[in-house]
């Protein structure tokens, strides 16, 4: 596969692959597509907390939180 960088890119990558940041331009890429797929995961996981909250599938924090402390006392005293 060939890619074509943008030219107002092209100093940037050189940085961290002359600062030894990384060892090539393609791990650069690399690196920003892995950043890029983990930003677009954790969004599909927002959207999919905000249509539970639109469903009325929440828990308010304090609640949440009193919930945790049960389940971690209860294992402490198993």
Avoid: T
């Amino acid at each position: 596969m060939s890619i074509d960088v943008p030219a107002e890119f092209e100093p940037f990558i050189e940085s961290l692959v002359a600062r030894r940041r990384f060892l090539s331009n393609s791990e650069v890429i690399a690196e920003s597509l892995r950043l890029l797929q983990a930003r677009e995961a954790l969004a599909e996981e927002v959207q999919k907390g905000f249509e539970q909250i639109d469903e009325g599938r929440s828990v308010d924090g304090p609640a949440a939180f009193a919930k945790l402390r049960n389940r971690l006392q209860e294992r402490v005293e198993s």
